[in-house]
């Protein structure tokens, strides 16, 4: 027989930052110390997680237990339902026996993040479980200080744009603020590149691969990356 614990443990989004180890809060560490399940978003091919690459130096994992957890890159709503449920399943698992779970996440657990999806899903099939998060630095932010390029001053506006195809879009959110920041701007690169062009700003924008890991890439002069494919955590920020 299945015994289930009294209080469920807490569901905890962690925020570890853009990639610098040493860019997490010590809130972040104290709760990577204190939970006894460390889980961790991976590809399914067995590439490397990055949230788990960026804590490694805080995590001893022969003395945690360790869950990896598969988000398809899919847009199959069948498929990405099945698999959803599947991982809120693996984590409610552990949860209901009491074991408290810290979710890894790159940047912050609640800008345009994994955690967000889960932190709502769980809360429907088990509200008894308390959802928590830890805010982390954002690599909009990461950017902007790698770039040494304040985003705001005074009476700015700021955007953050996931970018797309809709070139329209785009266009009217370079118009439309004095700074922006396209996030997953890897798969539309060559778009926004033409879009500054037109609207004469190519030399107001930089790109940022990965900022501030192990891995960064920098350009300040988007005009040489036409035609490249890059990775996916690519950023652009526009600055007037």
């Known amino acids: 027989m299945t015994t289930t614990a009294a209080q469920p443990g807490t569901l905890y989004g962690i925020g570890v930052g853009p990639g610098d180890p040493e860019l997490i809060t ?57 698999e959803w449920n ?34 709502r899903l769980m809360r429907e099939k088990h509200p008894e479980v308390p959802v928590s998060s830890v805010p982390g630095i954002s690599s909009v932010l990461a950017a902007s200080a790698r770039l040494d390029l304040p985003l705001a001053d005074g009476d700015d506006q700021v955007a953050i744009v996931p970018a797309n195809h809709d070139r329209e879009a ?13 996030i997953k701007v890897a798969k539309v690169l060559d778009m926004m590149i033409e879009i500054l062009e037109e609207l004469g700003l190519a030399d107001k924008a930089s790109v940022v691969t990965k900022v501030t890991s192990p891995h960064e890439l920098v350009w300040r002069d988007v005009r040489e990356l036409k035609g490249q494919e890059l990775e996916y955590l690519t950023l652009m920020v526009v600055r007037k």
């Open 170 to 182: 785009m266009k009217r959110a370079v118009q439309s603020h004095e700074a922006i920041v396209f």
């Open 26 to 82: 010590v809130k972040a560490y104290r709760m990577l110390q204190e939970c006894p399940v460390i889980a961790y978003p991976k590809k399914r091919m067995g590439a490397k997680s990055y949230a788990l690459e960026i804590v490694e130096l805080y995590v001893d994992t022969a003395e945690k237990e360790m869950l990896g957890l598969v988000f398809p890159m899919t847009r199959d709503q069948a498929a990405l339902d099945r």
């Open 86 to 119: 599947k991982t809120v399943d693996m984590c409610w698992q552990l949860l209901r026996e009491g074991k408290d779970i810290a979710f890894v996440t790159e940047g912050d657990p609640n800008l345009y993040s994994t955690f967000i999806h889960m932190a």
